[in-house]
């Protein structure tokens, strides 16, 4: 049965867009709450741009959708640096501006070096409002100078657009601490007990042999279709310590494997019949499945609420039911791992939190942020999309449309997948934001409106919808800030309410340019599909993985470390985001896409929970009061484990290359034995969990293993 009874994989593209776009819009716990606040702040701060003539005023809206809300701390810490991000861009840019306005080539290589810094700063800056605010306002301010003209007016128009900004950061700031005075809550934690909270009320009713109730399953249907996408961006936002970001990202990827599974069980079974164990003879049997399940998902809830590590609450070595609800067993062995990811710090030795890298929030790169070519490669790309826009408009002498180099900008401040995702999103956005309600309200309804109350009725309704669309998870969201952002180009860039439709005309051609020159550069030059993106990362997640190695306290191995830790974190990401991209492929390749996707998303979330397990035992030693023969044991262990991983990275790419994949498994020592049997001399309790930690990574690493070589990725016939 498939796993994902939402997603069918033989409708194409065309049909099955409606229904996405169904799901994405359905209202969820929290949705209401987050678009309001966007709708003030970004309200408010039209009003007071409008009321004092402030000329630029779409930087300062935009700071209701580009600044963090995932908590108080993070809306504050956003604020301060995107201020300051555009205060030091607006002192360096007018210098370097008049030192090199003055001759034609020194001024096309300092806006292209300009644009090289933007691109770059999105992927080498650990802080990502930081890096938002850095871009934002060079392409502001490159815009009004990218020709000479009077020092005097482009400086005033800088500072315009600085107090812009600052009214727009403000604004959203003071909204955040408000609301948070009457409501503390935390999305990501919410989001997460909603839908296990979801998960447990099926499990009572197939417990009571009920039909399961119909918000239960709709609930259960639109999370399995929306995916935790959103979740990960909120918590990649978090300002958290590692282990704990790998630890809640590990929870997240099992619970979307777990609301897949449960929303498999909603569309293949009705209810699990108690009544009739003599024709059924595994119903009871089910029924003290889904009751045990249901209370280990109640204490998992009230471990995420106190921060505490989960008790087991119910039998973890039930026998198999092959002739009940199969997915039953499925959700068993998610919940299991669960608990795992969850219970971590139980076997982590102390050396472990202190080498958490305490001064990691007050780094301002990325650690690979000048040894990654991929980095380099994306901002070389970016400059030329954007400098051929700069080309264009320079070369026809329109500086109308100069909004295509801004566009550029902000289209890369997504990390949705690839090809057609990004595509659409970019251009329907667009078109929607500066044609229909640009041009459109230009023409039909600013005509008619003689006060500020009407355009602040106008701006609301249309930040409404966009904010709407936004709050949807990434797949969707980029549209919304796409369709807010080219409005506002259009109708709060001067502080008057304009009705010439040949201003609104050129911005709206200039922010599709800039769509058109992304596409052309990142796409059709250079076209990489989601799905073969998404395993590729996968394979190099795995061979990461393999590669670490136990961890002393000498500093170079430490650095290397926190170097690989963070290219797995990262490659975790990026293999969520091109999994969510790959349902908007279309062609002949679909079904096989679709296929893998399922595939991956089902190892990835194996492939993190065994990483997290991994971790205490990378960092342990005799100082740590581990016994040597379990130190002996613990180091071949991770050998062990190395072997299937690297197994699975080499089957993996082979199928990328068109190459046989081998399903002869690597050696694999029978430590298990010697673990099981070990004496421990000291009887120290952490001794009997890293064991126990150990044996459950040999299964799973095993299991991970038989299920990659089962049969190739790309197999359209899966079905778990």
């Not at 003599?278 to 209370?295: C, E, I, Q, V, Y």
């Not at 699975?648 to 298990?672: F, K, R, Y």
């Amino acid at each position: 049965m498939n796993s994902s009874p939402n997603l069918n994989a033989k409708q194409t593209l065309r049909e099955w867009l409606p229904g996405f776009l169904r799901q994405e819009l359905a209202p969820y716990p929290g949705r209401w709450s987050l678009v309001s606040r966007m709708i003030i702040a970004a309200t408010v701060s039209m009003i007071i741009i409008v009321t004092f003539r402030i000329p630029y005023g779409a930087v300062g809206a935009n700071c209701a959708f580009i600044l963090s809300r995932e908590n108080l701390v993070s809306t504050t810490k956003s604020g301060f640096y995107f201020i300051m991000a555009y205060v030091a861009w607006a002192v360096l840019i007018p210098v370097g501006a008049r030192l090199f306005a003055s001759i034609g080539i020194t001024h096309f290589l300092w806006e292209a070096v300009t644009i090289f810094i933007c691109f770059y700063s999105l992927k080498a800056i650990s802080y990502f409002p930081l890096a938002a605010g850095i871009v934002v306002v060079a392409t502001s301010t490159v815009v009004v100078w990218y020709l000479p003209g009077p020092a005097e007016l482009n400086v005033e128009l800088t500072l315009w657009q600085i107090l812009a900004t600052i009214i727009g950061a403000v604004v959203t700031l003071l909204v955040e601490v408000v609301f948070r005075y009457f409501s503390k809550q935390d999305p990501v934690e919410d989001g997460i007990d909603d839908r296990l909270r979801n998960i447990g009320e099926m499990l009572r009713d197939y417990c009571e042999g009920l039909p399961i109730a119909t918000g239960v399953a709709q609930s259960i249907t639109q999370y399995a279709m929306t995916g935790t996408s959103m979740l990960r961006q909120q918590v990649a936002r978090k300002h958290i310590a590692p282990v704990e970001r790998a630890k809640t990202g590990a929870v997240i990827a099992l619970l979307g494997r777990g609301i897949d599974i449960s929303a498999a069980i909603v569309a293949g079974y009705s209810k699990i019949d108690t009544t009739q164990a003599g024709t059924r003879p595994h119903a009871r049997a089910d029924s003290f499945r889904a009751k045990n399940l249901m209370a280990r998902l109640t204490c998992i809830r009230d471990a995420i609420r106190t921060d505490k590590i989960p008790a087991r609450c119910g039998s973890v070595d039930l026998d198999p039911a092959p002739d009940g609800v199969p997915l039953l067993c499925e959700l068993e062995t998610v919940i299991s791992l669960m608990e795992s990811a969850l219970g971590m710090n139980s076997s982590s030795p102390p050396r472990l939190d202190m080498q958490e890298d305490p001064h990691l929030e007050s780094r301002l790169f990325v650690r690979d942020a000048f040894s990654n070519p991929d980095y380099l490669r994306f901002s070389l790309a970016g400059t030329a999309a954007a400098m051929v826009c700069y080309i264009i408009f320079v070369g026809l002498d329109w500086p109308g449309i100069s909004t295509a180099v801004t566009t550029c900008i902000l289209t890369a401040l997504s990390n949705i997948g690839s090809s057609h995702q990004k595509q659409i999103l970019r251009i329907g956005g667009a078109s929607i934001g500066a044609f229909v309600f640009g041009l459109g309200s230009q023409m039909f309804v600013l005509p008619y409106i003689d006060s500020i109350v009407g355009l602040t009725i106008l701006f609301a309704v249309v930040t409404g919808i966009s904010a709407y669309v936004y709050t949807s998870s990434p797949r969707l969201s980029y549209a919304g800030l796409q369709m807010a952002f080219a409005f506002y180009l259009i109708n709060v860039t001067d502080f008057t309410v304009s009705l010439d439709l040949t201003i609104g005309r050129d911005r709206a051609v200039g922010v599709l340019l800039g769509i058109a020159a992304m596409w052309l550069i990142f796409e059709r030059l250079y076209p990489r599909p989601a799905a073969i993106q998404m395993v590729r990362m996968f394979a190099q997640s795995a061979r990461l993985v393999a590669s670490l190695k136990p961890v002393s306290v000498n500093e170079p191995e430490v650095k290397r470390f926190f170097t690989m830790r963070d290219q797995i974190n990262s490659l975790f990401t990026n293999v969520n985001a091109e999994a969510d991209a790959i349902p908007f492929e279309n062609g002949e390749q679909r079904l096989a896409y679709l296929a893998a996707r399922d595939r991956i998303r089902r190892w990835l979330s194996i492939l993190r929970t065994l990483y997290l397990l991994e971790l205490p035992l990378l960092q342990i030693g005799s100082n740590d009061g581990i016994s040597p023969t379990v130190l002996r044991a613990q180091s071949s262990l991770l050998d062990e484990l190395s072997g299937p991983l690297i197994h699975i990275a080499t089957c993996l790419e082979n199928q990328l290359s068109g190459q046989p994949c081998s399903t002869t498994n690597p050696a694999v020592a029978s430590d298990t034995q010697r673990l099981e049997e070990e004496q421990h001399p000291s009887g120290m309790i952490r001794d009997e969990g890293l064991t126990q930690t150990s044996l459950q990574l040999l299964k799973m690493v095993r299991e991970l293993e038989q299920d990659v070589m089962k049969e190739p990725v790309f197999t359209p016939s899966f079905s778990p």
